[in-house]
Structures are given as C-alpha cells and as structure tokens.
C-alpha cells in the first residue's frame, strides 16, 4: 500500500467505519514491520486528541505532523525510518481531508459495519443464517466471524476458525469468500463442508463448485477449483491434494447419518468412535476380518453397537472409559 492507502484506513478504524477487507489490509501491514505500527499508533494517538463535536472538529496538518514525528523519534528502535519522514510528511497534511470524510461518515449510522462473531464449545452445534440467507451449520469447537450485513459491492466475506456447513446464497455479482489464517474458499452459490485450521484445512463439495485457495502473508499461493463430490486438503506447505470423495460418513456431524459398505470392523468402530466422541476398544483376533454393512441415522452409540455385534456375532459392553468390543 502507498502512503495515502495507509493512511486512509488508519483514519477509518479510528472513527470505525472500517471494512472487514480493508481492516485485513491494514493489519497486514502493520505486520509487515515494527516500525509501521508505531507510525499507526502515533497517528491514532493524534487523531484521538481531535473532537467528535461538529463545531470544533477542526485538524491542523501543520500542528498534528510535528506530533507524530515527535512520537516516531523518540522510538530508537525505529531511528533508521527518519530519513523518509518527509515522504510521510507528505501523507499526512491529506489527513485533514480523510478525517472530515471519515468524521461525516461516522455521523451516518448505516456507514458503521458490525461484526458479530458466533463461537460453539466442545459436543456443541448451531445454526446460523445470514443477512443474505446463507444458512450455516457449526461443528463444535468452531468459531465463525461475520458482518451483520453484507455491505461491500463486490463480495460477501466471513473468516471461520473450525468447521462449518454452508449453503451459500446464489448471487454472481457478489461472490461469498470463507477466510481462515492460511486458507480461503471463493464461491457464487453452492453447499459444502469446510474445516479451516492453523495448521490443515479440507472442502469437501455437496453441490456447484468452490474456489480452495492457500495464502502466504495475505498472497494466495496456491488454488484448486474443487467440483461436486471431491474434496481437497491444503498443508501450511501450501500443497493441495484433491479426490473424489468416496467417505460421505465426513458430514455426519451435519447429517447425523453414517454409512458402511463391506468395511472392516477397525475402520467402523474408528469412525463411530470419532462421531460419538467415546473410546471404543476391540479385543478380538484379526478383526479386519470382520465386515459391516449397514447404515445409523441419529441413533445412539449403544444402539448402534448393539447392531454392529448382533450383525458380526460379537457382543459389547460399557466400561469405566468407554465400551469394549470382543468376541461372544
């Protein structure tokens, strides 16, 4: 960003009349270098000193630069940056028009976008519908960030931390954009499960079709177009594996349902166990020898053990950690 980007939205977040895309462009610059912080915050400090009221709204350019550069020089960790104050110099003298725009805006209460943020704890689900009728499912442990109405011309935003099932609202004009830290998805209109992770994320599409993007420092790196029944994973490695999704038994959390076909006893009790959240142990011989086919929809961990070792001739019972499965 130039100088007169920089200090534009410095301005905004002050009088909070900053966008959720223009508050990430400003913070990552701020990351970008020590020194861009501090030169934010001597700012703020001056703008702070200025009136909210109509009639003494006044900023003196001349006045307010000498402030800031009094702040910056007395930072040493910052000496090398004095060399190019005139050129922030410069930008700052346009602060007078910036922050009457931003004053006036502030004033209008529709200008003010508020962010709402849903969170969901451990075995907690919720459902949430947007201001453009995406209706979104949370998986536990979840977090999802969102603007109680989508303002922008151009684009739909939300930035999620977790898990989420979303059937997003078809609008070509305005593209629906899921951030995390690392990841973004980019779609118009369609339904699909997206787990977005400091360290791994995955898609997996139900219908249409998402744009699967990694990010290095607020740049994609990498991006994948992922279709109706495949599913992508990304690394912090920026590496994008897609499949054709073979497992629907990862929407279970959604759907309540899970589904097997002649699987093996060890990859049936892994994934009952993962869905009830319970420590399920098998004490038999060679159980991959043992193969389930079957279908649960909302049913119970014990009621869908009772069925798996009636099928198999095997029977359970529940102990102090969990159940345990042997031989009859």
Known sequence: MNEIDVWELVVKKHYQTISLQESERLNNWLLQNPANRELADAMTQVLSQTSNDEEQFKFNAKTAW??????????SNIRYLIPSLLRWAAAAVLIVGLASIAYWQVREPSQVIQQITISTKVGESKKIVLADGTRVWMNENSSLTFPKEFTDDTIRSVRLNGEAFLEVTHNPQKPFLVKGKYFE??????????????????????????????KENGKVKSSVVVERGFQAIANLDHQLMMSQTLNQNK????????????????????????????????????????????????????????????SLHLRWKKTTQGYLISKD
């Open 66 to 75: 000498p402030n800031v550069e009094r702040r910056i020089s007395s930072k």
């Open 185 to 214: 998805t980019r779609v118009l209109g369609t339904s699909f499960n997206i787990q977005l992770t400091e360290h791994e994320s995955s898609l997996l599409v139900v219908t249409g079709k998402v744009r699967f993007s990694s």
């Open 251 to 310: 929407l279970a959390w959604h759907t309540g349902v899970l589904e097997f076909k002649n699987q093996k006893l060890t990859e049936v009790i892994s994934e009952l166990s993962s869905y009830y959240h319970k420590s399920i142990k098998i004490n038999v011989d060679r159980p991959d020898d043992y193969l389930f086919t079957g279908a649960f929809n909302q049913t119970s961990a014990e009621n869908a053990l009772e069925t798996i070792c009636y």
